[in-house]
């Protein structure tokens, strides 16, 4: 290996980057072709980089941490530090967002540099815009750049691959129910995850003009059509009340699908997702929320607002303070997907589906266990079996850059379960 380390975990002081860094330690054994992971931290502040090392190594008990990993000094308005940063790993974990404002210089640092990329952005303007902008130089380059790694979208699109796999026949139609369970502090995440959505939601007509670029032709329906279900509607699937999923999740699950179908000629699979948030109550406190946030992201006064006092605008859902530790140790999830197709032995182009299939993903709590975990082992996969990754770069969705490689094995094993469930 001519690069001194394997990852480097750039933004490792960031909220879910110091999860991160605490995954990397604890999983560093299980390196490339079983040797030690050689890994890096990066970011603004040399003196916050060794707080979070010494308090990983106090949490972790590996007083090691403390003295023995590296530390890169990188900023991501410096052209020239993120270019050295890269020029030292093979793979940089990129945890610093919103990804619409800081993500791009790393990806065109990682590209020019050599370095393979992941991040864990969950916002669908970044994410097809860097494929439209770096898929043909990242290609030229040897360089993998694969976006939305974490809860956002690892478990949807692996999951409709994992649930295509079971499927005895061809798959035609996914729907999938997300729930979250949590104690009796309840859910929350981080401020930077709410920055997130505020901007993606205020510019969301930047992505239709931005998807017009791609000239796609619309994938083609196999099979009957399936009608998306309303606004919010009572999912009998979840027993509970369910509105459509509104993170990245369609949007990789799609991009996924487009590439199986023209690079590996695959039936290509609809896909609807949704998310359950609760009884009436909860439908009613959403009502208001949704309304007071669809009205106050139009105006740049309203973002302001929004973003300065993140936890009385979702109710208590984000702060700046992020989870707490008991938070966290509460909660989990369930996706669910209920799909449907044609047996064997039928034709799909002949009359209505005839088969049916249940699957879930299982995991803890989705933003900031699930998340690194599903990074880190993307990174430990790239690393392991770059040779079955499709062609040899460019930019891709988990599910495209992961479909012939071991992942879901790996991640049965750290936080995430795949299983096929009974169909009622």
Known sequence: MARPYHV??????????????EEVARTAAEGPGGAPLKWAVAGRSRQRLE????????????????????????????????????????????????????????????????????????????????QLEYHTKALDRGVYVIGSCGFDSVPADLGVLYTQRQFKGTLTAVESFLKISSGPEGFSGHDATWQSAVYGFADSGSLRQLRKKFGHTPLPVVGAKVKKRGFMFFSREIEQYAIPFMGSDPSVVK???????????????????????????????????????????????????????PSFFSFGMFSK??????????????LTFFGEGYSESTDPSQGRPNAKICTQVVGAEPGYVVTVSTLVQAA????????????????????????????????????VKFSVRHCE
């Open 8 to 21: 480097i975990i750039f933004g490792a002081t960031g909220f879910t980057g110091q999860f991160v860094v």
């Open 380 to 415: 430990v996969t790239l690393l392991d079996e770059l040779h079955s990754l499709p062609r040899r770069g460019g930019v891709y969705t988990p599910g495209a850059a992961f479909y012939k490689t071991s992942l879901i094995d790996r991640l049965q094993n750290h936080s």
């Open 255 to 309: 991009r996924t699908q487009r590439f199986l179908y023209e690079e590996q000629q695959q039936s290509p699979v609809q896909y609807s997702a949704y998310v359950g948030v609760g009884g009436l109550f909860s439908v009613v406190k959403l009502f208001c929320s949704g309304l007071l946030f669809w009205f106050m992201v139009k105006f740049s006064l309203g973002r302001k607002l929004l973003t300065m006092f």
């Open 51 to 130: 707080d979070v090392l010494g308090r990983a190594a106090g949490r972790l008990s590996m007083p090691e941490l403390r003295t023995d990993i590296e530390i890169i000094v990188a900023d991501v308005s410096i052209e020239e530090s993120l270019a050295i940063m890269c020029q030292q790993g093979l793979v940089i974990l990129n945890c610093v967002g919103p990804y619409r404002f800081y993500g791009e210089p790393v990806v065109k640092a990682c590209v020019e540099n050599g370095a393979h990329y992941l991040d864990i952005c969950g916002e669908p303007q970044f994410l097809e815009r860097m």
């Open 321 to 334: 303070s992020g989870p707490t530790t008991k938070q966290i140790e509460d909660t989990c999830f369930s």
